[in-house]
């Protein structure tokens, strides 16, 4: 059984350009969420896809868009940059969408935004 | 809104001596609450989780934690730290649409020989 899978692992970005950020959700899951963790921060939730469809989003603005695909992988979209997008990116999988359901994270995205 | 506080951002304890992670909750509803580790340039780890059930509650690792509602806690403990045990912290309670985790701020744990 293969866990969450992230890519790239790190990744330097200018500021007002686009970025995608990957996410292979663990066998058998078909729900997938996005967090944004900044330096020094927790994790804050962007928003969450369950059967290819959005269902839930954070606080985040337009320009952080996402897709999930038929075989639930997924994908995190930002669009011209802002120096403060820099920041760890986790992708969670999970079966189904309940309040107690465990979410299995990959070891995220670095990105750093100049 | 649910949300969590973690009071202390870093700790710091001897080998061998208990831990203590404070989390304290403020939710609407009967809250979902969580506690993950995350090691440096790692994801996160699931350590425990209570949903409903007995208060006290067994993870991984040797940790447990006991869900208080008079007292709005979910502390985290081990009785006997290990060097291992260093880690950054975060607790977390599940949202009312279940979609989200909203995490508190974290808790660095120092362990020293």
């Known amino acids: 059984e293969t866990g969450v899978t992230q890519s790239p692992t790190h990744l330097i970005k200018t500021r007002g350009q686009q970025v995608t950020l990957r996410c292979s959700s663990q066998?058998?899951?078909?729900?997938v969420s996005w967090y944004q963790q900044a330096l020094g921060q927790g994790p804050q939730f962007i928003f969450q896809y369950y059967r290819e469809e959005e269902n839930g989003r954070g606080n985040f603005p337009p320009r952080f868009s996402g897709l999930q695909f038929p075989n639930y992988s997924s994908e995190l979209n930002v669009n011209a940059l802002e120096l403060d997008d820099s920041a760890l990116y986790l992708c969670?999988?999970?079966w189904g969408e309940g309040r107690n359901t465990e979410a299995f994270f990959g070891q995220g995205t670095r990105l750093t935004v100049v | 809104a649910q949300s969590v506080t973690q009071l202390g951002s870093h700790v710091s304890v001897s080998e061998g001596a208990l831990v203590l992670l404070r989390c304290n909750y403020s939710?609407?509803?009967?809250?979902?609450l969580f506690w993950y580790v995350q090691y440096p340039n790692q994801g996160l780890q699931l350590l425990l989780k209570?949903?409903?059930?007995?208060?006290l509650v067994k993870g991984i690792n040797g940790f447990e934690a006991e869900f208080k509602k008079s007292e709005t806690s979910f502390h985290l403990t081990k009785p006997s730290a290990h060097m291992s045990d260093a880690a950054e912290y975060f607790c977390a309670v599940s949202s009312n649409s279940g979609y989200a985790l909203n995490f508190g701020k974290g808790t660095s744990l120092l362990v020293t020989p």
């Open positions: 969670a999988s999970s």
């Open positions: 209570y949903t409903t059930g007995a208060t």
């Open positions: 939710s609407s509803v009967p809250p979902y």
């Open positions: 066998s058998g899951h078909n729900t």
